[in-house]
């Protein structure tokens, strides 16, 4: 089970860190991060390896987000910074049992409840 957390409302150019917790070890699993805007699809945020030393942006988070993870508390982290409007979205974390890093929604076999950012401009 994930349990994600730390979204809110924020202003453009602020900065702001999610939090995802599981449940269970999470260090079997590869980790992302993707978000839902209003009317569109879900879409690839980051992703981090099993042991956090491979990981992998969309080229709109890039450079402005960091994914890292905990896997001694079985946790993920998204921080964000430099937010723009447009990154406003429900963000989602999910869990893969494959070996690699993944971008495709499907290969995601768990998912949190999501949370809401809102980046007002």
């Known amino acids: 089970q994930l349990q994600a957390s730390g979204g809110g409302l924020v202003q453009a150019g602020d900065s702001l860190s999610l939090s995802c917790a599981a449940s269970?070890?999470?260090?079997?699993?590869?980790m992302g991060w993707f978000r839902q805007a209003p009317g569109q699809e879900r879409e690839f945020v980051a992703s981090?390896?099993?042991?956090?030393?491979?990981?992998y942006y969309s080229d709109s988070v890039k450079g402005r987000f960091t994914i890292s993870r905990d896997n001694a508390k079985n946790t993920v982290y998204l921080q964000m910074s430099s937010l723009k409007s447009e990154d406003t979205a429900v963000y989602y974390c999910?869990?893969?049992?494959?070996?690699?890093?993944?971008?495709?929604?499907?290969?995601?076999?768990?998912w949190g409840q999501g949370t809401l950012v809102t980046v007002s401009s």
């Open positions: 999910a869990a893969s049992s494959g070996s690699y890093i993944r971008t495709d929604t499907t290969l995601y076999h768990y």
């Open positions: 981090i390896s099993r042991r956090g030393d491979a990981k």
């Open positions: 269970g070890r999470t260090l079997t699993y590869v």
